[in-house]
C-alpha cells in the first residue's frame, strides 16, 4: 500500500493493480485473427467476437472512467480543509458571477460577497452555539 501524507491509499493501489491487469491483458486480446477482412467481409463468428471485444471494451473505458472520476472526488485537494480552521457551510449563486457564502471560521460564522472585483465581508454572525445552553449543559454533568 502507498503511504500519503500519513494516510493508507488503499484505492489507488487497487487502481493500479486493475490497470496493470488490463494493460497485460490487451495483447491477448489483440492477437484473434482478421481472416476474411480482407476479402470483403467476416463470417458469423468473427463479427460475434468482433463485438464482444467492442463491447467489452467499452465497458472497461467506462469503468475506468467512472472509478477515476470517484477516486478524484474522494481524495481532490479541498478536502484536506475540512475540520480546519474555515469550512464552507453551503452557498447561494446570485448571478452569473456573483455568489454569498456562508463559512465557518471557528465558532463564528462569516457571510462573505464572492464577485469579480474580490470577497467582501457581508456578516458576521457571531458564535455558532448558546452559551446559555452551553452552561447550562456544563453544570448538568
Known sequence: MQVIHG???PVSTLM???????????????????????GGGL???????????MVAGL??????????AWVSRRFRAGS?????????LTGLSLGNRERVVLLKVGRDQVLVGISP?????LHVLGQT????FS???ENKS
Open 43 to 53: 463470417a458469423a463468428g468473427d463479427i460475434a467476437s468482433a463485438t464482444l471485444r
Open 16 to 38: 493500479c493493480c486493475v490497470v496493470t491487469g488490463l494493460l497485460s491483458a490487451m495483447p491477448a486480446l489483440a492477437e484473434a485473427p482478421a481472416t476474411g477482412v480482407a
Open 80 to 88: 484536506a480543509a475540512r475540520g480546519g480552521a474555515v469550512e464552507i
Open 129 to 132: 452555539e448558546d452559551p446559555e
Open 117 to 121: 472585483s474580490g470577497l467582501r465581508t
Open 135 to 137: 452552561g447550562y449543559m
Open 59 to 68: 465497458v472497461i473505458v467506462l469503468g475506468l472512467l467512472a472509478a477515476t
Open 7 to 9: 494516510k493508507f491509499q
